[in-house]
Each structure stands twice: as structure tokens, then as C-alpha cells.
């Protein structure tokens, strides 16, 4: 493993900026090196966080809160969830690779996969009559977040993510 020259990257709520080493696998060539775009674990957490919320929000509303013409399109509510979903996948993906943990990609993706679940049992207990809990729809969070993981992992351009 070869070490590339240390850059001054900025992180995030105004500290100061901090140098990071960025490490080199020679079997691929693919270095961690976001350039500007350099973010903070903490950074990475609060943008996941907001979109858990965000998921959430959207889950537990009631059915009368959208209106008819949305949830009269066939199929539509299996793509939001696969779109939501992959964006948490993403974002999932995005933030293990800022994680110092050995196992830290496992803990994200179960933790991705376990939410989507959970939307659906909480549907299930606090929409009432409106919601309820579908498999189709766990189906649908499951196939998001792998999608997003994988397509965030292709961003990223490597086979594997190296620690900084």
C-alpha cells in the first residue's frame, strides 16, 4: 500500500482545516480521495438522519394526506419506495465509508435494511385502517437499498473502500 500526499481538505461546521492521508491499494489503484467534497462522519450522520426522518414523515402519514391521482397510478408506490429507499442506500453506503469500524459497512447495511421494516410494522400500529403493513412494499425497501448501496459503490469508483 502506497500513501498519495497529504491535501488540506475542509470539514464540515467551520473548523479548521485538517490534513488527511489519503492510502492507495496498488492491486486497484483506487484511492478515497473526494478532492473539495471531503465530509465528516458527523456530517455524513446528520444527512442520513434527515432522510430517516424524512422516510418516516412519509410513512406514517395517513393515505387521505395524498392526494387520489398519486395513489391511483399503478405501481407508483412500489418506485417511490425503491427511489426512497435508494437514496438511503446510498447515503447508508456513503457514511460506512467514513466509519473507522472494521464491521462498520455491515452495521449500516442491516440498519438500512432493518428500517425499511420497521416503517411497515409502524404503519401497521399508528395509521390504522389507512395504512398497513406489506410485504410487497418490504420488498421494495430491500431492493432501494441494495440498489442505492451498489450504485453509490460504482460512484465511488472502487471495488472496496479504503479507511483514511
Known sequence: MKTLPMHFLPTWRGERLRPRVVAMRESNGCAVDYGEWTFSLG???????????LIAVLSLLPAW???PSVTSV?????????????VLGALAYWT??????NDGHV????????????MEVLQLIFSGASRGFSWGDVL???VGVAGGWLVMRWLL????????
Open 140 to 142: 421494495a425497501n430491500v
Open 96 to 101: 460506512a465509508t467514513a466509519s473507522r469500524e
Open 43 to 53: 456530517f455524513r450522520r446528520w444527512a442520513c438522519g434527515l432522510h430517516l426522518v
Open 107 to 118: 452495521k449500516w447495511w442491516l440498519g438500512a435494511m432493518g428500517y425499511g421494516l420497521l
Open 74 to 86: 399503478v405501481g407508483l408506490d412500489k418506485i417511490v419506495h425503491v427511489v426512497l429507499y435508494g
Open 157 to 164: 469508483g472502487c471495488s472496496a473502500i479504503h479507511k483514511i
Open 65 to 67: 394526506f395524498f392526494p
